[in-house]
């Protein structure tokens, strides 16, 4: 099984540009969520997404963009990348977060670099 | 501000019992207490879970107390492998919603 898959693996940008980083997931799962780590910060939320259509914001949206056009895909849009922005990015996925014993599964994690 | 606390990081050595302690104060009565593991260049991957008292399976087991205030993970007689992340999550009320509360996580060093 493929689980959650991300896209691309790594990706070296400029400042200024715009990049989307793709999640696939194929268990069928309602919830997909953004997060980004960073050395000392733990993993904080982006966006999050609770179905297909809907988007939602997290911890620390600026700056991103998301959009869940289809169940099984949840994509993050840089338009204007900036220095901050350099993280691993990683995406999640759930069958809900309001069940109170439910797990998440990750993809592998995307490495951005902005310079 | 609700939140968990681990140690930053702890080291042991191959074949020794290795305790990690999360202090959870603000869980939420009805969530589940569960754990991550991450290696390096990898997402977190779901390791344990668990209500209260004891829960084991076939890679840790899972400590609470009777006040789920805090959460011991138990990894028996760890290799290099287990070398990696340790991350306790809990869930809290946030209004009508639940939120996810990570830790910054403790980082495990297993020596030969």
């Known amino acids: 099984n493929a689980g959650v898959t991300q896209t691309p693996k790594f990706r070296v940008l400029k400042t200024g540009q715009s990049m989307t980083l793709l999640c696939a997931q194929d268990?069928?799962?309602?919830?997909m969520y953004w997060y980004r780590q960073d050395p000392g910060m733990g993993l904080r939320l982006i966006h999050y997404?609770?179905?297909?259509?809907?988007?939602a914001k997290g911890e620390v949206p600026d700056g991103y963009n998301v959009s869940r056009l289809k169940k099984q895909n949840f994509l993050l849009g840089l338009e204007s990348a900036a220095p901050s922005q350099t993280s691993v990015y990683f995406c999640?996925?759930?069958?809900?977060?309001?069940?109170?014993?439910?797990?998440?599964?990750f993809g592998s994690g995307t490495q951005l670099s902005v310079l | 501000l609700a939140k968990t606390t681990q140690p930053i990081s702890m080291d042991s050595y191959e074949g020794q019992e290795v305790n990690i302690t999360c202090s959870h104060n603000?869980?939420?009565?009805?969530?589940?207490i569960t754990w991550y593991q991450q290696f390096p260049s990898q997402g977190p991957r779901f390791i344990i879970q668990?209500?209260?008292?004891?829960v084991t399976n076939e890679v840790a087991s899972l400590f609470i107390p009777a006040d789920r205030k805090s959460s011991t993970l138990s990894l028996p007689r760890v290799s290099l492998s287990d070398t990696a992340v340790y991350y306790c999550l809990v869930g809290i009320n946030a209004g009508n919603n639940r939120k996810l509360i990570w830790g910054l996580g403790t980082s495990l060093a297993v020596n030969p």
């Open positions: 603000n869980i939420a009565t009805n969530d589940y």
């Open positions: 999640a996925s759930s069958f809900s977060t309001q069940a109170t014993n439910e797990k998440l599964f």
């Open positions: 268990m069928n799962h309602e919830y």
């Open positions: 997404s609770v179905g297909e259509g809907t988007t």
């Open positions: 668990g209500y209260k008292t004891k």
